[in-house]
């Protein structure tokens, strides 16, 4: 059909344009869409369904509280990598000290927040020691 309508454009000396094309076949696609509409629909809603579907699962995993900080885990924990050559020894878990000290210094200059800094770092430098053993222990 389609065949038929380029070769009469072109036998009529006209370009073939999408334009063109598009209202050619604007009753086919009309006709299409209300026999299989009903099709068409479900298909977009499981299109649109499939993802959100993951993100409620996910979601439902979700404990409560507040969500983790990315950024500023990374920070602390690169920190906490670093420490000796920053402070001239290792970082603690303790909630005052130089490297709390530090953190608190670094992390509002790269825009990060420094609030309730003492409690987010024992489980981030407790974290880099594990990763630090393991990586000496392995050969």
């Given at each position: 059909m389609i065949a038929v309508f380029i070769e009469r454009t072109l036998a009529e000396g006209q370009q073939i344009t999408m334009a063109a094309l598009d209202e050619f076949s604007r009753p086919r696609r009309e006709a299409l869409g209300l026999k299989h509409g009903h099709l068409m629909l479900k298909h977009f809603i499981d299109a649109i369904h499939a993802p959100l579907q993951k993100w409620v699962a996910l979601d439902r995993l979700n404990k409560g509280g507040r969500p983790p900080q990315a950024a500023r885990?990374?920070?602390?924990?690169?920190?906490?990598?670093?420490?000796?050559?920053?402070?001239g020894k290792s970082a603690t878990i303790a909630s005052t000290g130089p490297f709390v000290t530090?953190?608190?210094?670094?992390?509002?200059?790269?825009?990060?927040?420094?609030?309730?800094?003492a409690k987010a770092i024992p489980p981030i430098v407790r974290q880099v020691r594990a990763d630090q053993a393991k990586h000496r222990s392995d050969p």
């Open positions: 885990a990374y920070l602390i924990y690169r920190l906490a990598e670093a420490a000796p050559g920053i402070i530090l953190c608190s210094l670094v992390l509002p200059a790269c825009g990060l927040s420094a609030k309730g800094v």
